[in-house]
């Protein structure tokens, strides 16, 4: 039973647009987001996180919007660049102080020059 | 200056063998993580350990044994290796509970 999805296996976008990655959650006792980012070879690089008292979070080129009441959060990217081009990891934790954190399947953006 | 290191970043062995992998995070965090991502790249929690005590056990059968000799290493040792172990293991370590979580670049491991 997974409980972070991401539905999309990848995604291409053009240098300088938008990137935009999606993940849904079933599991209404989340409370804490998290994006990270994966290069080949190499372990997951945090983005960003998100509190559930907050609907949006900004940081820099990178945005993460919450939706609660439909279990959705977002990962903005504007403008993307080519090292954007990664494997991007959303996660999620239920408000335990072990950060026990679910991972979704990962999204592959390819950000084209 | 590497953050979190695992050894070694690449494990090709044969059933039925045990073998361990090492982690180090100088970061002074108190919290240490194993992952496990199999062939469909999901990423699993397996062991939490803060301050060296054992905090998160995953369903993971008792032929993986964490140990934390102290709060900055927490090693997974593994007895009597199976074909489903191939995997990559990520170990993490973070400062607290709901603190970002800092990777390291992960041990391939491949069971003949």
């Known amino acids: 039973d997974q409980q972070v999805k991401q539905n999309s296996p990848s995604l291409s976008v053009q240098e300088g647009r938008i990137s935009i990655l999606n993940c849904d959650y079933t599991?209404?006792?989340?409370?804490?987001f998290l994006w990270y980012k994966k290069y080949p070879a190499e372990g997951p690089t945090f983005l960003i996180s998100?509190?559930?008292?907050?609907d949006k979070n900004e940081d820099g080129r990178f945005t993460v919007f919450l939706n609660k009441s439909a279990k959705h959060l977002s990962l903005h990217i504007v403008p993307s660049q080519p090292g954007d081009s990664a494997v991007y990891f959303c996660a999620a934790s239920a408000g335990s102080n072990t950060g026990k954190l679910i991972f979704g399947q990962g999204t592959t953006l390819q950000v084209k020059p | 200056d590497t953050a979190v290191s695992q050894t070694p970043k690449y494990l090709v062995t044969q059933m039925g063998n045990d073998k361990s992998i090492k982690c180090e995070q100088n970061l002074g965090h108190d919290t240490m993580y194993w992952y496990k991502q199999d062939s469909k790249k999901f990423l699993k929690i397996m062991f939490s350990?803060?301050?060296?005590?054992?905090?998160i056990n995953e369903t993971v059968p008792n032929r993986f044994s964490p140990k934390s000799p102290d709060k900055a290493h927490l090693n997974l040792h593994i007895n009597s290796l199976e074909l489903g172990d191939s995997a990559v293991y990520f170990c993490a370590s973070a400062a607290g509970g709901n603190q970002p979580q800092h990777f390291g670049d992960g041990t391939r491991l491949s069971i003949l």
């Open positions: 350990y803060n301050n060296k005590e054992l905090i």
């Open positions: 998100i509190s559930s008292i907050k």
């Open positions: 599991n209404s006792m989340f409370d804490y």
